[in-house]
T-cell receptor, first 117, second 109 residues
Framework: GAVVSQHPSRVICKSGTSVKIECRSLDFQATTMFWYRQFPKKSLMLMATSNEGSKATYEQGVEKDKFLINHASLTLSTLTVTSAHPEDSSFYIC?????????????FGSGTRLTVV | RKEVEQDPGPFNVPEGATVAFNCTYSNSASQSFFWYRQDCRKEPKLLMSVYSSGNEDGRFTAQLNRASQYISLLIRDSKLSDSATYLCVLQTGANNLFFGTGTRLTVIP
């Protein structure tokens, strides 16, 4: 089945620094990838849709200048949290779906737990 | 109104019990439906897709009722390893996914 690799799994950074999270589709090409954020005991919230070769589409309330998304190839999307603050501490997860297989659902990366201190 | 409404639980059931979760949705144009399982501090993993005719995978049965706009998941003969949060997910349009808040299940020995 489809595999999505996400790295790093855990990161602790200082306030004001930037953190880059990578999401790779390992055995398929993903023209679209999705970035979610999940706070403790809450549901996943879609932050943005990453489109290969074009600008990402951000959900309402998500600052595009703070959460930079780059989808430069068919197998890699990156999310950079710029000038991180403690309130950005969360679980960030990417997902993608193997094209042509709608009933397989979406495959998620293993997530990145970000702690900003 | 939320796209997806799901009872957060928690459901605490003894081993061997049968438990059912329901999830309602508001958009009648929703096309695909899924149940995901999420363990604590882990990513969601696809449990099963939900088909209009209903489908079964071992101890798990999923059903879709388009007229009443809900999906359900039935777990028979609960195991300790079934303890997790179960998310209903629906897809509207090409790539619009909506997640329920999840129902937490704890199976007690």
């Amino acid at each position: 089945g489809a595999v999505v690799s996400q790295h790093p799994s855990r990161v602790i950074c200082k306030s004001g620094t930037s953190v880059k999270i990578e999401c790779r589709s390992l055995d398929f090409q993903a023209t679209t990838m999705f970035w979610y954020r999940q706070f403790p005991k809450k549901s996943l919230m879609l932050m943005a849709t990453s489109n290969e070769g074009s600008k990402a589409t951000y959900e309402q309330g998500v600052e595009k200048d703070k959460f930079l998304i780059n989808h430069a190839s068919l197998t890699l999307s990156t999310l950079t949290v710029t000038s991180a603050h403690p309130e950005d501490s969360s679980f960030y997860i990417c997902s993608a779906r193997e094209p042509g297989l709608p009933n397989y659902g979406y495959t998620f990366g293993s997530g990145t737990r970000l702690t900003v201190v | 109104r939320k796209e997806v409404e799901q009872d957060p639980g928690p459901f605490n059931v003894p081993e061997g019990a049968t438990v059912a979760f329901n999830c309602t949705y508001s958009n009648s144009a929703s096309q695909s439906f899924f149940w995901y399982r999420q363990d604590c501090r882990k990513e969601p993993k696809l449990l099963m897709s939900v088909y209009s005719s209903g489908n079964e995978d071992g101890r798990f049965t999923a059903q879709l009722n388009r007229a009443s706009q809900y999906i359900s998941l039935l777990i028979r003969d609960s195991k300790l390893s079934d303890s997790a949060t179960y998310l209903c997910v629906l897809q509207t349009g090409a790539n619009n996914l909506f997640f329920g808040t999840g129902t937490r299940l704890t199976v007690i020995p």
